[in-house]
């Protein structure tokens, strides 16, 4: 039972998911949009072949496009562990934002507690566990930066949506081993070919450490990754 009021803007956008696959992801995205109006009429568009499950207005409006029992196309070519085809086993809300094409902004108060009631009634229904609640950009760093440095991933942890390990007050050893980085960044769920190093490290700064977007790996990035390696290891064997 849906506990969360919706508008209903049905997408012609969607499929058939397949064989009862097990649904455990949940993809959150900006709509890059200049308004809601114009990324509505888009997501709805037959021509365009996208859409998304839910919007987020910033109002805090939320509008159901498609049935969460059927596939959205929101993903588009992306990978998360390994694996790709992820419409048919995740769902996609986006969140009304200009992005970084037309003027991206933090988003509202009301939208975040929005956001809130839905992710924790989407998680509700559906066995998806905190490790795979990503972002646009986390499944196709090579292509997207949403939801972008400025969203709010803590406070999403802090309601039971997501992964937001503190900052260690420690100071970053003073070298790291790259291949061992790398190979952090696989464990938590990120596909890492060698071409996509760089945006990869991007994607992960844009989330975990915001203040630095720019896919070099320092000294700090490094830690920061193996502290989200940590706390996603834990989060799996459910130690915490």
């Not at 649904?23 to 072949?49: F, K, N, Q, S």
């Amino acid at each position: 039972m849906n506990l969360v009021e919706l508008c209903e803007r049905p997408s012609p956008n969607h499929d058939r998911r397949g064989d009862a696959p097990r649904i455990d992801m949940l993809v959150l995205h900006y709509t890059g949009m200049p308004t809601a109006a114009a990324a509505l009429e888009r997501l709805c568009d037959p021509a365009a072949r996208v859409s998304s499950h839910y919007v987020v207005g910033e109002d805090g409006t939320i509008w159901r496009l498609v049935s969460e029992a059927r596939r959205a196309f929101h993903a588009g070519r992306s990978c998360w562990a390994g694996k790709s085809d992820l419409n048919r086993i995740s769902i996609g809300v986006e969140i009304v934002n200009p992005g970084h094409e037309w003027g991206y902004c933090p988003f509202p108060e009301a939208q975040m507690a929005a956001l809130e009631r839905l992710g924790r009634d989407i998680l509700a229904r559906h066995p998806i566990p905190s490790h795979r609640v990503v972002g646009h950009s986390d499944i196709a760093p090579d292509r997207k930066t949403d939801p972008g440095e400025l969203f709010d991933w803590a406070r999403l942890a802090r309601a039971g949506i997501g992964i937001w390990p503190a900052a260690s007050s420690r100071p970053p050893a003073a070298s790291f081993d790259r291949a061992r980085v790398i190979g952090d960044l696989r464990a938590i769920g990120y596909c890492t070919p060698p071409a996509l190093e760089e945006p990869v490290i991007a994607a992960f700064q844009r989330r975990f450490r915001p203040a630095r977007c720019d896919g070099l790996l320092d000294r700090e990035t490094a830690a920061r990754i193996a502290e989200v390696r940590a706390a996603y290891d834990q989060r799996r064997a459910g130690l915490n």
